[in-house]
Each structure stands twice: as C-alpha cells, then as structure tokens.
T-cell receptor, first 111, second 110 residues
Framework: NAGVTQTPKFQVLKTGQSMTLQCAQD?????MSWYRQDPGMGLRLIHY???????DQGEVPNGYNVSRSTTEDFPLRLLSAAPSQTSVYFC??????????FGPGTRLLVL | SQQGEEDPQALSIQEGENATMNCSYK?????LQWYRQNSGRGLVHLIL?????REKHSGRLRVTLDTSKKSSSLLITASRAADTASYFC??????????FGAGTTVTVRA
C-alpha cells in the first residue's frame, strides 16, 4: 500500500492564480480531510468528507473548494490564491475519525 | 477556533527522563487522540482513548482522560533521542470533525 499520497510536494503561486492539490489513498478509507499547518497554530481543518459524494466545511474553509467523486481521491482547490494561504497542507484519511493516516504534505508559497 | 490546546508549548528533557504534556478541550468528544510529528513530516497516530476510558497504555506511552475537566495528559516514560518531535492532541467531536491543538515540541537531550 502507498498509503496517503499528496502532489505536488512544493508549489509556488502568484496571487490570484488557482491550483489543485491532489490527495489519494489506497486503503479504502471513508473519511478524508484537509488541514493546513501554520507556525504556532497547529493544524486547522479546512474541509472533510465522510464518504464519496459527501463533503463539509471545517474551521477555515474560505478560499478552498473540495469534491469527493471517488473513495480514493479528495482534491483541494484554491480558487484565487492569496499570500495568507501560504502554508503546509496535509491530507489525511481513516476508516472514520479514529486513527488518521497523514500524507507527507504540500508546501505552498503564494507570492 | 481550535478545540484542543496543549501545554506546555515546548519541553526540553534529558534522555531517560519522563515527558508529560497536557491537552484541554472545550466541547463533548467521542474520543481523544495523540499524534507525533517529526520535523518536516506528516503526523503519525500514537494512541486513542475513548470518552468512557480514564487511562490507556501503549508501550512507553500513558494517556489519561478526565472528561469532567475536559483534559488529557500524555506521558512518555524513559525518553529517547528519537522521541524528539512535536506532539498533538486531537479531539474527535460529535459533529464528525477532528480538531487538533497547537502542539507541544519535545526536545530530548543526550
């Protein structure tokens, strides 16, 4: 099993550009989520999904969209990047909210 | 706002000593989990304690949960250099959201 994979590992964007952060898992997990990690802030939940076709907002959803068309994939879209979205983004999955498996993260720099 | 808050923010100990960190939270939970993050890596699940449990052990880890005080503690016994990492508590809330605290950074000195 590859576990949870994230691409790209690192990305530089200009303000106003859009992009999609990819997340995939091969463990047949129903629950998937996206977090951002900023220094001193810990992890903040952006969006989560309890199964294919179902998504919901977390603590900091503004500026981000998600979809869950398959069990395996949970992409995160930045609609119009802003410097405030400079962060490290982590995707995680689990059979439910217990025992989350995290991807290696995507470092995003918005100039 | 974040659900969990860890205390202390940072901890420095000698190899072989015990490390204790605390987590406080605000709302009702199904369970509380602890994760470790090594520098530049993703988080790794360490242990889960359910809301009806008071104490749980896993190897050198001991977790307690006091739902009346909405607090939990993580004890790492006989620390090793490899325990140097950041530790996060995560609360599994009844609204399907898993919320993390800001973490405790533990440095184990040789």
């Amino acid at each position: 099993n590859a576990g949870v994979t994230q691409t790209p590992k690192f990305q530089v964007l200009k303000t106003g550009q859009s992009m999609t952060l990819q997340c995939a898992q091969d463990m047949n997990h129903e629950y998937m989520s996206w977090y951002r990690q900023d220094p001193g802030m810990g992890l903040r939940l952006i969006h989560y999904s309890v199964g294919a076709g179902i998504t919901d907002q977390g603590e900091v959803p503004n500026g981000y969209n998600v979809s869950r068309s398959t069990t395996e994939d949970f992409p995160l879209r930045l609609l119009s990047a802003a410097p405030s979205q400079t962060s490290v983004y982590f995707c995680a999955s689990g059979q439910n909210q217990e025992t989350q498996y995290f991807g290696p993260g995507t470092r995003l720099l918005v100039l | 706002s974040q659900q969990g808050e860890e205390d202390p923010q940072a901890l420095s100990i000698q190899e072989g000593e015990n490390a204790t960190m605390n987590c406080s939270y605000k709302t009702s939970i199904n369970n509380l989990q602890w994760y470790r993050q090594n520098s530049g890596r993703g988080l790794v699940h360490l242990i889960l304690i359910r809301s009806n449990e008071r104490e749980k052990h896993s190897g050198r880890l001991r977790v307690t949960l006091d739902t009346s005080k909405k607090s939990s503690s993580l004890l790492i016994t006989a620390s090793r250099a490899a325990d140097t990492a950041s530790y996060f508590c995560a609360t599994d809330r009844v609204d399907y959201k898993l919320s993390f605290g800001a973490g405790t950074t533990v440095t184990v000195r040789a």
